[in-house]
């Protein structure tokens, strides 16, 4: 079975969980027995040994050459008109295109080429901007597709703020493909009531995580650490900075959470455009002392952070699925998390919470803080179950529908 995937993002040059989780997947695939052609948007340094990577860097006669921007686009904004924003413009071929949308449609003007090239049996399209990818993949090659759905525009953004154009990519994506694998029952919902899916033509694969990449055991960060030895507490948000992750209700949380335990150090992992608003709310608030921002890390720094911490916190506003709790769990830090995520429905030893409740998600947190059996138990417990949510578990649900597909497509085979 060969199967040709798009992405947008890989590790290391991933702005957010997308790229995390397209990594997971294909190398889960890979050792399943599934040969994988992997395209990305832009040459970058990659390593994934598991599969092949091609990159949509080519010049291609008969597609006009124009301008383009420097630089690696994320899609990750709060506000939807920055996605047509760019910083600069250059001739080089090789380089972006003048806004979000341009570079989407040159990468499907590469999948169609890509798909007169390769052999294959199924395509499979991760998120959005990889949609026009597959679907005219689709076209050329007439084999099956599948929309994988990490996020919606629903997720990213307000009802009365959802971009309009992400929308109707989006809603192409649903209607074109052949199936829709969602990674949460929560984001399932969304698909049928916001954009008319079927609920036959939808599957749930849930995220996993790889623990091997996360039994290293580093030694706590200098800082963190020397505040946890004098006996204070240290309570974790790890996101993009952004609408939909929720950050304005953790700082709602901790400024009520500081009232009963004043010293607990909150630290916000992390970057997006809403980082300057969150940190002026933090000093309206007067707790801008108790609020460390640490910025986007990842890797040994990112290991650190989740074990130097006692709780993480991830109050998403409207969270597909969610990996960052399993992250922690996988460190024995418990976790908080919102109940409008999809991660909710897999992880049972979590205390849960609606997102826009801060009073009760500080209650739970206090709770927490305050009881050393109530967090060994959620750690404890939560690490058997996350040791059951894997990469593995989810690329044979993946190889079941891939073989399904090409018997419909393929009858006779």
Request: charged share 25%; with cysteine.
């Amino acid at each position: 079975m060969k199967v040709l995937m798009f992405g947008w993002e890989f590790p290391p040059h991933n702005a957010g969980g997308l790229g995390v989780a397209c990594k997971g997947l294909s190398e889960a695939l890979s050792s399943a027995g599934i040969e994988l052609v992997f395209a990305l948007p832009k040459r970058m340094e990659v390593s994934a040994p598991w599969c092949r990577i091609v990159f949509a860097d080519k010049t291609y006669k008969g597609f006009d050459k124009t301008l383009y921007a420097q630089g690696f686009y994320s899609p990750y904004r709060t506000d939807p008109s920055s996605l047509h924003k760019y910083a600069g413009v250059t001739e080089e071929w090789n380089t972006l295109g003048p806004s979000l949308f341009d570079e989407v449609r040159r990468y499907a003007f590469f999948a169609g080429t890509l798909a007169l090239e390769e052999s294959f049996d199924v395509i499979h399209a991760h998120d959005w901007l990889s949609i026009p990818a597959g679907l005219e993949a689709k076209r050329i090659s007439g084999k099956p597709l599948i929309v994988h759905i990490h996020a919606t525009e629903f997720d990213r953004a307000h009802a009365d703020r959802v971009n309009e154009e992400v929308y109707a990519i989006e809603r192409a994506g649903v209607r074109g493909a052949d199936h829709i694998i969602a990674v949460s029952n929560y984001t399932k919902r969304i698909l049928i009531d916001r954009y008319g899916a079927s609920p036959e033509k939808i599957t749930v694969v849930h995220n996993g995580i790889n623990m091997d990449e996360w039994l290293v055991i580093p030694s706590y960060d200098t800082v963190l650490r020397a505040h946890r030895e004098a006996g204070g507490k240290v309570v974790l948000f790890v996101g993009r900075i952004t609408l939909q992750k929720g950050p304005d209700y953790f700082i709602g949380m901790a400024k009520r959470v500081l009232e009963y335990e004043p010293n607990t150090l909150f630290v916000i992992s992390g970057s997006g455009d809403m980082e300057r608003q969150i940190i002026e709310h933090a000093a309206w608030l007067k707790i801008g002392s108790h609020v460390l921002f640490a910025g986007f890390l990842r890797g040994e720094e990112l290991r650190r952070m989740y074990m130097s911490a006692d709780v993480l916190v991830m109050p998403s506003v409207s969270e597909p699925f969610g990996i960052v709790p399993l992250e922690s769990i996988a460190h024995g830090t418990p976790v908080i998390i919102s109940k409008q995520s999809g991660v909710s429905e897999v992880l049972k030893s979590a205390l849960k919470v609606d997102f826009w409740d801060t009073e009760e998600m500080a209650n739970k947190l206090i709770s927490a803080l305050r009881h050393d059996a109530l967090r060994a138990t959620l750690a404890t417990e939560g690490l058997t179950e996350v040791q059951s949510i894997t990469w593995h578990k989810a690329a044979h649900t993946c190889i079941d529908l891939y073989h399904r597909l090409t018997r419909l497509f393929n009858p006779a085979s």
